[in-house]
């Protein structure tokens, strides 16, 4: 099954742009609110895999928003792809990837332009991202894709001088400049993937590409990292977890690139969907 945010109401997407309103097809047993949906997700799921659901209704990509637009907590994990960790002068970590938070008021539908901050050093970098469905705590790896509502691809753009200033660096900051949390376009359940633990993810600027991997070489896999969070603190429904980055950012480049007015940056996940950023200075 695919959702998305369409005019912030939550639809089921029913085919190739068309979807069909959750309230109005449960006849108000589901309100409209996409993020409220992840409290009640596995009676959502159980009642949309019975429900004879008509075709719905054509939509456009630029009226969608965040599959999850208010999330309590966003947890963003870095260098948990060795090429990445590598290109960015760290070692590869062993127990636990570095974790940091990206800002809610950073978060737009999969559409959007984007404000280059002035004079900073904005740089780009494709993530899957998972959004839970249930409240886990202290779960096992093995049983750890019980708890994902599904999944969304994402861009953590990150403006390079704001998030590495400073005696320590600042990397909540410098990742919640306006814009810089697309996510989109659809939340798409595992169930609906060949191989959700193995998915190309790649992104371009002007049609150059600039990043491309397969989800299978994260240092860290899905599970293991909802593992391994859900044993410092509970994560909770409709919470929103960026994985991580490939190789292939502007910061780890010679010379070093930045994106620049009037950039078009477009990045993918396999079976998931696109997002398309404009940049202005
Ligand atoms: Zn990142």
Not at 44 to 63: I, K, N, T, V, Y
Not at 168 to 183: D, E, I, N, R
Not at 192 to 198: E, G, I, P, R
Request: hydrophobic residues 40%; charged residues 20%; glycine residues 10%.
């Amino acid at each position: 099954m695919r959702t998305a945010n369409l005019s912030g109401r939550l639809v089921i997407v029913t085919g190739d742009e068309t979807a069909l309103d959750v309230e109005q097809a449960s006849a108000g047993r589901f309100g409209p609110d996409p993020q409220g949906v992840y409290e009640r997700w596995s009676e959502f799921r159980a009642w949309a895999a019975d429900a004879e659901l008509p075709a719905g209704r054509a939509f456009s990509a630029a009226d969608l928003g965040s599959p999850a637009p208010a999330p309590r907590q966003i947890l963003a994990v870095g260098l948990n792809y060795r090429a990445h960790a590598a290109e960015s002068g760290f070692e590869e970590p062993d127990t636990l990837p570095p974790v940091f938070t990206k800002y809610a008021s950073s978060i737009t539908g999969p559409v959007s332009e984007v404000r280059l901050p002035e004079g900073g050093h904005t740089d780009w970098e494709v993530e899957l991202v998972a959004v839970i469905g249930e409240r886990a705590h202290r779960v096992d790896e093995d049983d750890a894709w019980l708890y994902i509502a599904g999944l969304t691809a994402g861009q953590d753009i990150s403006e390079r001088i704001t998030q590495l200033q400073g005696p320590a660096p600042q990397f909540g900051l410098g990742k919640s400049y306006p814009g810089f949390t697309p996510m989109g376009p659809y939340l798409v359940t595992p169930d609906t993937l060949d191989d959700s633990d193995d998915l190309e993810l790649g992104c371009s600027i002007n049609g150059e590409e600039v990043q491309k991997a397969r989800t299978r070489e994260l240092i860290f896999s899905v599970p293991a990292l909802v593992s391994r969070l859900s044993h410092i603190l509970p994560l909770l429904p409709g919470d929103v977890l960026f994985t991580g980055t490939p190789a292939g950012v502007g910061l780890g480049r010679t010379p070093q690139r930045w994106l620049t007015d009037g950039d078009v940056l477009v990045s993918y996940v396999e079976g998931i969907g696109e997002l398309r950023q404009t940049f202005q200075a």
